[in-house]
């Protein structure tokens, strides 16, 4: 779900290695837009989850430079590099696991139960599925990671306060606080997640289709 099209994949392939060498992770990457006018939009972050104004602009640098050299894209386009926001879109497996306790809302490439949209409670992850604790259900549902098209977070309290606390976190280790303050805290995901219940198997969804085959930097110009 990083990439969306076979040329946001091969965009991916081109760009991940630079932004990890410079000390990014991308969450997701679209190249969007008609022909004539496109946009490279890059969502990244710090292993701690973070990204300032600071990290988008350097790593809008560092892209520059590759995408200067390939030219992998025709025509005029603009680069936008952010931050992947509060309500954060879900791409890879490990982001289920790092939030759980979190609202999200899921939508899968497939009917499961006469409908394709999900929301409910993040449980984490069994494998290679995904665990969420559906509205009106009692057991923990498990959907398989493939299924799922499109995944984001919730704007709730809980979720604001985690994003604040991490910029403080990370603003103080860079600007350390004057002797005899104490330190900050880590950060915790809700008590909601360390909610036991059953697990329901992604066999109980009975899918009934085939599958079908924030802090932003200056948007760049290219030609």
């Known amino acids: 779900m990083r990439g969306k099209t076979a040329e946001d994949l091969r965009l991916l392939e081109l760009l991940a290695p630079v932004a990890e060498a410079a000390g990014y992770e991308i969450v997701r990457l679209r190249l969007m837009g008609g022909d004539h006018r496109r946009t490279l939009q890059i969502m990244a972050e ?21 995408l200067d050299a390939a030219d992998p894209i025709k025509g005029e386009y603009s680069l936008e590099v952010s931050s992947p926001g509060i309500d954060r879109p879900l791409t890879r497996l490990q982001d289920f696991e790092t939030y759980a306790g979190y609202e999200a809302r899921i939508e899968l490439d497939r009917l499961a139960e006469n409908r394709k949209r999900f929301k409910g409670v993040l449980a984490g992850v069994e494998g290679d599925d995904v665990a969420i604790d559906l509205e009106g259900e009692d057991e923990t549902t498990l959907v398989p990671f493939a299924w799922i098209s499109d995944a984001k977070l919730v704007i709730t309290d809980q979720l604001l306060k985690r994003g604040a606390e991490a910029r403080a976190s990370r603003l103080a280790a860079e600007s350390p606080p004057p002797a005899g303050e104490g330190d900050h805290e880590a950060v915790e995901g809700p008590s909601a997640a360390n909610k036991k219940r059953g697990r329901r198997p992604p066999s109980a969804l009975r899918a009934t289709s085939p599958r079908q085959g924030e802090e932003i930097e200056e948007i760049e110009e290219k030609s």
């Open 46 to 66: 710090r292993d701690d989850g973070t990204m300032l104004v600071e990290d988008c602009t350097a790593l809008s640098r560092a892209v520059s430079e590759v």
